[in-house]
């Protein structure tokens, strides 16, 4: 992926890339979860991407959900995590 996400330090369980909207509140209770739980990860808010941007965002995140709905939580390149499943996300990163 060409664009940088934004990095948030702490500690790492792989490889945990979050592809959010700025404006959906299950998109930031899936932020905070992560904060809370203080692991690495890398987050991008795709709405607030320029046209071009987000058309190369959205094709990458299809490769991991299909609907390209948000949240999209990807760990380890493997684990596909869709919408605030908090708990689901808790028991993988705990």
Known sequence: ????PIH???SDKGSIML?????????KQTRNLLDELKVAYDY???DQLSRT?????????????????????????NKVI???RL????????
């Open 1 to 4: 992926m060409a664009i940088q």
């Open 8 to 10: 948030v330090d702490g």
């Open 19 to 27: 592809y959010a909207l700025s404006t959906c509140i299950h998109c």
């Open 44 to 46: 991008l808010y795709v």
């Open 53 to 77: 941007e987000m058309d190369d965002v959205l094709k990458e995140m299809e490769k991991f959900n299909p609907r390209g709905s948000f949240p999209t939580l990807v760990i380890n390149n």
């Open 82 to 84: 869709v919408g605030s």
């Open 87 to 94: 708990d689901e996300i808790r028991e993988v990163l705990l």
